[in-house]
């Protein structure tokens, strides 16, 4: 079966773009299934074969690290981006509603802080990414409030980069749902595929 990548590049971004964690990993099994394999996506990730099932294929409530879905990512040949919602309306970066008028308007912060959180995804330094998480966190006015509107409870929130090398990849999709903010993939140069 000839693999188009563009195709696949589609139909991941839509589910990306719901924030539903079952869905994306759901989608990334069916473009495992539809390129050259479980086995084959797993040994370029570097990761087994029954870790690439119990996240992708049977996912709880976690799902898979974060780390571990950039490295199937990049075996399919796609990089993790982050980006503003669209088609939905806007809240500023601290969780309020938007003023009215501009709710089909860019949110320049979440725009800001998609470009930040993009950025330390490529340095591929977990440092450059939970320091981009936590100003994101300072930014909110109520963190209970914020915290009790994703599936982390206020005292974790800090904890998402401290207690692993890599936080669950749901924890962050969950987060970035509530500041209007989402996932996509994007085509790696075709020399930087299946390099995990």
């Known amino acids: 079966m000839e693999f188009d990548s563009k195709k696949l590049e589609r139909s991941l971004n839509e589910a990306f773009a719901t924030n539903d964690l079952q869905l994306i990993c759901r989608a990334i099994d069916t473009a495992v299934l539809q390129s050259s394999g479980p086995t084959d996506i797993a040994w370029a990730a570097g990761i087994d074969r029954v870790t690439f099932y119990r996240n992708f294929r049977h996912v709880g409530s976690r799902g898979p690290r974060l780390a571990t879905m950039i490295k199937v990512l990049r075996?399919?040949?796609?990089?993790?981006?982050?980006?503003?919602?669209?088609?939905?309306?806007?809240?500023?970066?601290?969780?309020?509603?938007?003023?009215?008028?501009?709710?089909?308007?860019?949110?320049?912060?979440?725009?800001?802080?998609?470009?930040?959180?993009?950025?330390?995804?490529?340095?591929?330094?977990?440092?450059?990414?939970?320091?981009?998480?936590?100003?994101?966190?300072?930014?909110?006015?109520?963190?209970?409030?914020?915290?009790?509107?994703?599936?982390?409870?206020?005292?974790?929130?800090?904890?998402?980069?401290?207690r692993h090398p890599t936080p669950q990849f749901g924890t962050l999709v969950s987060v970035f749902d509530r500041i209007q903010l989402q996932f996509a993939v994007r085509s790696l140069p075709h020399k930087s595929r299946f390099q995990a």
């Open 75 to 162: 075996a399919l040949g796609l990089q993790l981006v982050v980006e503003t919602q669209a088609g939905v309306s806007q809240r500023t970066l601290n969780g309020e509603p938007a003023k009215r008028g501009s709710a089909n308007k860019r949110n320049p912060k979440a725009a800001a802080m998609a470009r930040r959180f993009t950025s330390a995804l490529r340095t591929g330094e977990v440092y450059s990414l939970s320091k981009v998480y936590m100003e994101m966190l300072r930014a909110q006015e109520n963190i209970a409030e914020f915290a009790s509107k994703t599936v982390v409870v206020r005292e974790s929130l800090y904890r998402v980069f401290s």
